[in-house]
């Protein structure tokens, strides 16, 4: 049941990671990006695997807190 709960949060989450990289990256350059105040030095493939990874880890969080929320109150306090 845990692999199952963690393909529920996983899998939506990898989806809208993809789509919002697609997403952000249409409108912004990479190397335009700044940290603060700081270029970043990192070539536009890292750029883009760090982002994908951070919003997969946002979507993992949202769909996490999805799946709590439809819990019943029995399975939240075991």
């Known amino acids: 049941m ?9 899998w939506p989450a990898f989806l809208v990671a993809g789509l919002l990289e697609v997403l952000v990256f249409a409108f912004v350059d990479p190397q335009d990006l700044h940290w603060f105040g700081q270029d970043l030095d990192l070539s536009r493939q890292a750029i883009y ?10 979507a993992m969080v949202s769909s996490a807190l999805s799946l709590l929320l439809g819990m019943s109150s029995e399975d939240v306090n075991r």
């Not at 845990?2 to 996983?10: E, G």
């Not at 695997?49 to 946002?58: P, R, S, V």
């Open 2 to 10: 845990l692999a199952q709960r963690w393909m529920w949060i996983a």
């Open 49 to 58: 695997t760090l982002a994908f990874f951070a919003f997969w880890a946002l």
